[in-house]
C-alpha cells in the first residue's frame, strides 16, 4: 500500500487556518540506531513507513502490513515489535534499532555473523527482520531451547523455508552469550 | 487509513475528557489491532488518543489477596510476571498460547479485552457485516465459517472473540474496572463481553465514554490443577478452533469442591456453563464425569457446514484440559 508520509506538508499554506480535513502533524523525538531525530509526523503515519519512506531506512521490510509475517520486526528499547502496526506519534521518545543499527561500523552483529555462518537465509526478503526478531528474543530472555526459539520466532515467516538454518543461528548465539555474563543487545 | 487528529493523554481524567462521548474517538495504546483495523477502514476514528502514557503499568496486590492489573500492562509484563507464573499459570498459559513475541510485547491487557473478532467478513468492506455496517448482513452464515460460533450466536452474526487471555479471565470470574465520567466501576468478567443477539456491533458492555483501568484477579488462581489446551490450524501464531482454560479446586479427599470450564473460539465472548460446571461439584475427578459435563456445555451448539467439526472438537478439547488439569497431581487422587 503506497503511504504518503511527507508530501502533503509541504502544500499546505502557512498563513491560512488549518484544514479540518487536514489533521495537524505530531512532533516527536525518536532516537534511531543512536541517532536522534526530532520530526513532524502525520498522525496516521507507521513506524514502518517513517522508517523506510522518510528517513529512507529500508532495510526494514514492509511485508504484509498487518503484523502477521515479521518483516518489519524492530527493536524498541531492545525488545521486538511490528513497525507496520506502531503508529510513530504513540513512541515519541523511543529508542529505535533497526537492522541498519545492530553492526558496529564494518564489524556485523554476533546475530548477523550467526545467520551468514548458518546459512540462515535464502532470498533474504525476510532476514532484516529476522534478525532483529532473533536479536530481541535473546534481550528478552525466555528461550532455553530450540524448541523456545521456535516458537519465539513464529511471529517471522520465510517463505523460502529456511527455518532449520535460522533456528541453527540463533541457538548458537544463544548458547554463546548464555556461556558469557555479556549483554548481547547490539 | 483514515484522516484523524492526534492527542496524548497525560492521565485519565484527561484521556476521558478527550474522548468525550460516541464512537468518534479512538483510544490507542499497543495498536496492534486498532492500527490494522484502521488501515482496513473498518475503524476509521476522527481523533485518536494515545494513553500509553498513563500511569496503568502496574501490578498490585489487593486487599483480598488477589492482583490488580493496570490496563496498560503488556501481554509480555503479565505472562511472565512471576505471581502470575506462580499463583495464576492459567493466564500465563493462555496469554503465551496468543499471537507472536512482537504483538505480545506492546498489547496491553485492556486492549486484549477489546479486540475485535477477526472475522474475515468484518475485514472486508465489500461484504455483509452486521457488525461492521449495522443492518447489511451477515455474509459469515452461508459464507466460509470454519472459525465462526457455534454457541449463542444469532441470525445476525456469528462471529467469534478471538482472545486467549479472555478465556482464562472468564473461568477465574476476573473482574474489570472502568473508569468513566461518574467514576470508576467494577463489572464482573461475564458481563463484560456481550452475545451478539441483533446488535453485534457492540461487543462489550463498556461505555463509549469509558475506560478500561485494570482487570482484578481473585485470590484463587487454580494453581494446583489448571490447564489451557487451544486447537488451533497452525501450532503457532494461529487463532483458536477450539480453546479450553480448565480450572478444578480439589478438597482433601479428592472430591472436586470447583469447576471453571470456559472456552474460546466458539462464541461471541469466553463461553461458561455455570450450572454444568456446579453439577460436577462433589464428585472425584473421572473422564466420564468430564465428559458429561462437555456434553452439557454444547447441548446447545449449533453448527454450520465450515464449522459443525467444532461440535465435537469441542467437547474433546474440554475432557483434555480437564484431565491435563488434574494430571500433574494423579496421585492426590
Redesign the interface.
Known sequence: ?AHITDTDTGSRALDTAPDP????T?PVVLTINGERHALDVE??T?LLDLLRERLQLTGTKKGC???QC?AC?ILVDG????A????A??Y?GARITTIEGLATGDELSPMQQAFIDHDAFQCGYCTPGQVC?AT??LN?G?ATSRDDI???M???LCRCGAYVNIVDAVDAVRRASSSTTEDNER | MNRFSFARAADVAQALDLRGAGPAAQFIAGGTNLVDLMREHVARPTRVIDITRLPLREIDATPDGGLRVGALVTNTALAYDERIASRYPVVAAAILAGASPQIRNVATVGGNLLQRTRCLYFYDAATACNKRAPGSGCAALNGVNRMHAILGASEHCIATHPSDLCVALAALDAQVCAQGPDGERTIAFDAFHRLPGDTPHRDTTLGDDELITAIVLPPDGFAAHHAYVKVRDRQSYAFALVSVAACVALDRRGVMRDVRCALGGVAHKPWRDRRAEAALVGRRPSRAAFAELADTIVRDAQGRPGNAFKIELATRTIVRALEQALAPTETDR
Open positions: 500500500m480535513a487536514t489533521p495537524p505530531v498522525p496516521w507507521t502490513d498487518h503484523g515479521g520486526t525488545t521486538r515489535i511490528n507496520c502496526l506502531a503508529l506519534a504513540v515519541d526478531s530481541g528474543l528478552e525466555h521456535r516458537e519465539q513464529s511471529g517471522n
